[in-house]
């Protein structure tokens, strides 16, 4: 079956530019995870939402940072004003059940690179 | 912030060695414990997890232990195979404050390079 799908797979954006970015979560998972990942290093946790309910925001790292997940499927992770420190990979993940111990499926990621 | 240690950075093993990645944590209050295998240019995939009241789990090749008086966890994965050549992250899931759902605070990551 489909799994977790990220768009675009690459994405370059000039500093100060607004950027988003897709995340289509296996159908009918209940928890949708967003990663930042740097390079060399382990993901780090950004939001997290059960359904359409955005659970915790305690990762993003600014207030330009901000993530949709408005019909509980599909969501969309928002950078305004982009900064070179924002360069990353962005990690999506889903779970089937919403509890602690659920596996989560990562997507492939999206690279993105601010100039 | 940096809740759990893992070394080494790096690990060049032959084929059919025996490769060691270890992992400390330092909360108490953490209640799961997975290892995710991430491939280059691919996202992070489960490979085995333990509990805390567990102290070993074997699947396969690859096998947890876990000593939880001394807050540390390491993976072994036996007659390693060039296609294990990857990058190997422990994890931690904290329960606190009411939170029921699995926020993965990840390793620093090991390379793992097996030859052939």
């Known amino acids: 079956g489909a799994g977790v799908s990220q768009s675009p797979r690459y994405k370059v954006a000039k500093r100060g530019q607004d950027v988003a970015l897709r995340c289509d979560p296996i159908s009918g998972h209940v928890s949708l995870f967003w990663y930042q990942q740097a390079l060399g290093q382990g993901p780090e946790f950004l939001t997290y939402?059960?359904?359409?309910?955005?659970?915790?925001k305690s990762g993003l790292p600014s207030d330009r940072f901000f993530a949709e997940r408005p019909e509980g499927s599909v969501s969309t992770l928002k950078i305004q004003r982009t900064q070179q420190e924002d360069s990353a990979v962005y990690l999506c993940?889903?779970?089937?059940?919403?509890?602690?111990?659920?596996?989560?499926?990562f997507g492939p990621g999206t690279r993105l690179l601010v100039l | 912030q940096q809740q759990v240690k893992q070394s080494p950075q790096s690990l060049i093993v032959q084929k059919g060695g025996i490769s060691i990645i270890n992992c400390a944590y330092e909360?108490?209050?953490?209640?799961?414990f997975p290892w995710y295998q991430q491939f280059p240019g691919k996202g992070p995939a489960l490979l085995i997890a333990?509990?805390?009241?567990?102290s070993e789990k074997k699947e396969g090749r690859f096998t947890i232990s876990f000593n939880k008086s001394a807050k540390q966890f390491s993976l072994h994965i036996m007659d390693s195979q060039p296609g294990d050549s990857a990058t190997y992250f422990c994890n931690t899931i904290l329960r606190a404050g009411g939170t029921s759902y699995g926020k993965l605070t990840f390793g620093q990551g090991t390379i793992l390079t097996v030859h052939p």
């Open positions: 993940a889903s779970g089937s059940t919403g509890d602690l111990q659920e596996t989560q499926y």
């Open positions: 333990i509990r805390p009241d567990v």
């Open positions: 939402f059960q359904n359409e309910a955005q659970l915790d």
């Open positions: 909360n108490t209050a953490f209640d799961y």
